[in-house]
């Protein structure tokens, strides 16, 4: 079984849960932990006293909106209002901590964050949709907690039951859970076996529910891969060692003879930039690092992109997330690259320079820092009303195309000029693909209606034509 929500179903490696440890500890070798695909935290533990005090302040937030009044008639609209201005407040209040205190992609991580039943109950449900709006995957709960299982409002494939121990996981207080919660989890004990979990599984019987254990670490790397074939597996504050060892364990072996899994190296969009190759202490030390490491299959040897150990004419590469494939024994690594010495080659893969949409984007950063003479581009770039103009034009042409041709020919001209206004800003694709992700997280949604002000802006535009 895989967690519905966890955004990609060929990851089915363990997880870290933070209770203790902060999320991204590059001091502590705990740079890229949650990279695996998801992680869970305790607000309340996992951190600093300041960090958390991020997280109540957006609490605090939180029931000041659930107690705005929208039932009486006479302030009913103003008040409407306050409630929407209150929970865009929080909503950027959870995306700032969670981005900036916590340092997790939620753009491309599953976060499961732990929530407080009293603070469910006191925001009215509030606080569980603003931290979905702000990115997590999901709210964790405590599953005995049913009041507040049903005060969270959100659907229930976005929220965790979790029960503490083997013993409150009983037949009754899951089926109490389940109409509330996809996901049932449950904290194993150290001396747990097979048969408790695979008793907890026979009590989740919807084919769409999911299970997790939670293990303390150390925890057996084979105990590990053995519930992993049936569940989700998450470990408390793990380091990289025992997190990288106990996901090498979930693979199937390797059918090289050196026993190194093949690494397919991509994009935030996707896009493949090289085939490398992993060991199990490879990915130990990207763990650590939150870099692009890999094994050599020459020598064996960690090949690390990009940093001092690395020769000339490498490119450092990000690391976001590894997934493991369907038959678990490939890799995917998404990465953002860079080159090293200040080389003008970022988006450059292992078959030669990107086509389409990458390629004009280097075309366009190109044209930013030397743009020959007489180039549009760089007239675009020095004019900002005259891109503004034509981004404006080149929409109203897209929007009233209807043949084939000729709304892809629009579509093109959008993406060109709406590609020079990203760059300018120093935007890049992926940091726009990072967003529509980020919003596939929420539970809120507007209206969509358009805005007259704009449309009226945009008149006046086309209007001087």
């Given at each position: 079984q895989h967690i519905a929500y966890a955004n990609n179903k060929m990851s089915s490696l363990p997880f870290p849960i933070f209770v203790q440890n902060k999320p991204v500890d590059p001091d502590n070798k705990r740079a890229a932990l949650a990279a695996v695909g998801q992680c869970r935290f305790y607000p309340a533990t996992c951190s600093s006293p300041s960090d958390y005090a991020a997280f109540q302040a957006v609490c605090a937030k939180n029931k000041e909106q659930a107690l705005v009044d929208t039932d009486t008639p006479e302030t009913k609209d103003e008040n409407k209002k306050l409630k929407k201005k209150y929970m865009k407040q929080g909503v950027a209040m959870a995306s700032k901590y969670l981005r900036q205190t916590l340092k997790l992609d939620v753009s491309i991580i599953s976060v499961q964050v732990v929530l407080e039943g009293s603070d469910v109950l006191e925001t009215d449900g509030c606080l569980a949709a603003c931290m979905l709006d702000a990115g997590c995957a999901a709210i964790v709960v405590d599953g005995l907690n049913v009041a507040a299982l049903d005060a969270a409002k959100v659907p229930r494939e976005r929220i965790v039951a979790h029960f503490s121990s083997e013993a409150a996981a009983t037949s009754d207080a899951i089926k109490a859970a389940l109409p509330f919660a996809s996901c049932i989890s449950v904290e194993l004990s150290n001396n747990s076996s097979l048969e408790a979990v695979d008793t907890v599984l026979s009590l989740v019987t919807e084919k769409s529910d999911t299970v997790s254990f939670q293990l303390t670490t150390p925890a057996d790397a084979e105990f590990v891969a053995q519930i992993s074939k049936k569940a989700s597996v998450g470990l408390v504050d793990p380091s990289a060692e025992s997190l990288g060892s106990s996901c090498v364990a979930c693979m199937k072996s390797s059918d090289r003879q050196d026993g190194l899994y093949a690494t397919v190296v991509c994009t935030r969009t996707s896009e493949a930039l090289g085939l490398e190759y992993s060991s199990k202490d490879s990915i130990i030390a990207a763990l650590e690092s939150g870099a692009g490491i890999y094994c050599s299959r020459s020598d064996g040897a960690l090949c690390r992109k990009g940093d001092e150990t690395s020769g000339g004419g490498t490119k450092a590469q990000t690391l976001h997330r590894l997934d493991l494939d369907f038959h678990g024994d490939a890799l995917r690594f998404t990465v953002t690259q860079s080159s090293s010495a200040g080389a003008d080659d970022d988006d450059e893969t292992a078959w030669g320079k990107p086509t389409g949409i990458r390629h004009l984007e280097a075309t366009l950063k190109d044209r930013l820092a030397?743009?020959?003479?007489?180039?549009?581009?760089?007239?675009?770039?020095?004019?900002?009303?005259?891109?503004?103009?034509?981004?404006?034009?080149?929409?109203?042409?897209?929007?009233?195309?209807?043949?084939?041709?000729?709304?892809?020919?629009?579509?093109?001209?959008?993406?060109?000029?709406?590609?020079?206004?990203?760059?300018?800003?120093?935007?890049?694709?992926?940091?726009?693909?990072?967003?529509?992700?980020?919003?596939?997280?929420?539970?809120?949604?507007?209206?969509?209606?358009?805005?007259?002000?704009?449309?009226?802006?945009g008149n006046a535009i086309l209007g001087k034509k």
């Open positions: 030397s743009a020959p003479e007489g180039s549009y581009t760089k007239r675009l770039f020095d004019d900002p009303d005259l891109l503004r103009d034509k981004l404006v034009e080149e929409a109203q042409e897209l929007a009233e195309a209807e043949e084939f041709d000729d709304v892809a020919g629009e579509l093109a001209d959008v993406m060109y000029f709406a590609l020079a206004r990203t760059t300018k800003a120093g935007v890049r694709m992926e940091d726009g693909v990072a967003e529509l992700d980020r919003r596939t997280r929420k539970v809120t949604r507007r209206k969509g209606d358009s805005k007259a002000f704009r449309i009226a802006a």
